[in-house]
Nanobody
């Protein structure tokens, strides 16, 4: 069974930074396109960014220039560096394949941005 474990969330003030990590139980998962998703209160989960093994990346317009997705294939780990955080970034952040598979959702990690 594939297991994804997210970590690195927390509470920060606007303009602050966080780095999220996602560790996969199998290297096969990280051979696919991997994505970071988030779910804000009252809204559906939405894609934030994704990355291929060859390091091609995609970012949603709302995070472009502020967030950076990266991966370490040897460690089966995907990262999301988040800078210049805004209150509207507040959400539970998840990693998954892209396109996502419903059975692979983990517990996520909470990011709260407030004054």
């Amino acid at each position: 069974q594939v297991t994804l474990v997210e970590s690195g969330g927390g509470s920060v003030q606007p303009g602050g930074s966080l780095r999220l990590s996602c560790v996969a139980s199998t290297s096969a998962l990280n051979a696919n396109i991997m994505g970071w998703y988030r779910q804000a209160p009252g809204k559906e989960r939405a894609l934030v960014a994704h990355i291929m093994r060859g390091n091609n990346t995609y970012y949603e317009d709302s995070v472009k220039g502020r967030f950076t997705i990266s991966r370490d294939n040897a460690k089966n780990t995907v990262y999301l560096q988040m800078n210049s955080l805004k209150p509207e970034d507040t959400a539970v952040y998840y990693c998954n394949r892209f396109p996502w598979l419903d059975d692979y959702w983990g517990q996520g990690t909470q990011v709260t941005v407030s004054s």
